[in-house]
């Protein structure tokens, strides 16, 4: 999978938007882009995915630009609830023998009130 | 629909002591793996499988091994536990197809005393 870099810690306030950035400047052609939040003492979970330009769901937004060597994770107007870590990964469909999926230590988003 | 299912939740171990977490998955995905997270940490990957009868070495294997007899389970077991395998420990499951959607286990608390 790629390397990717990410900020360690984030802070912002609730009703804020929050953009996360992820850089992954030797994505492969087939890689695809897949944000995950954790809370704590739980497993982490699918938060979004893409590959390209813009992808919107119920949570968040993934921008991706044309170069795709780096994303963005936005949440808009935040809440205390969205305090987690968010973890970014980038890989290609299926998996093979070579598949060590590293999760990377993520970036731990707090929010106030 | 129960996904990925980790047992035991919690236990203690004494030093030297062997035990087996269990994984158990119902969606027929091919790839398995273990993590375990430390207070504060990010996700390690301990072993991973592509499929039943294949194994693999993550970042962090010594002290722990694993087999896949069966697609729906991937026990991790600890050999000779040390009280630096108290963490947390997560099992996941990956889909084949498109990205690299990962489905994770609740986790299971170690404490090795």
């Known amino acids: 999978l790629a390397k990717t870099t990410q900020p360690i810690s984030m802070d912002s306030y609730e009703g804020q938007e929050v953009n996360i950035t992820c850089s992954h400047n030797n994505i492969a052609t087939n890689d695809y882009i897949t944000w995950y939040q954790q809370f704590p003492s739980q497993g982490p979970r699918f938060i979004i995915q893409g590959y390209k330009t813009k992808v919107t769901n119920e949570v968040a937004s993934l921008f991706i630009p044309a170069d795709r060597k780096s994303s963005t994770l936005s949440l808009p107007r935040v809440s205390l609830s969205d305090t987690a870590v968010y973890y970014c990964l980038v890989g290609p469909p299926g998996y093979s023998s070579a598949s060590k999926i590293i999760f990377g230590s993520g970036t731990r988003l707090s929010i106030r009130p | 629909n129960a996904g990925v299912t980790q047992t035991p939740k919690f236990q203690v171990l004494k030093t030297g002591q062997s035990m087996t977490l269990q994984c158990a998955q119902d969606?027929?995905?091919?790839?398995m793996s273990w993590y375990r997270q430390d207070p504060g940490m990010g996700l390690r990957l301990i072993h991973y499988?592509?499929?039943?009868?294949?194994?693999d070495q993550g970042e962090v294997p010594n002290g722990y091994n694993v087999s896949r007899s069966t697609t729906e389970d991937f026990p991790l077991r600890l050999l000779s536990a040390a009280p630096s395998q108290t963490s947390v420990y997560f099992c996941a499951t990956k889909t084949g197809s498109a990205g690299n959607t990962i489905y994770f286990g609740e986790g299971s608390w170690l404490t090795v005393v």
């Open positions: 499988s592509v499929g039943a009868g294949i194994t």
């Open positions: 969606m027929n995905h091919e790839y």
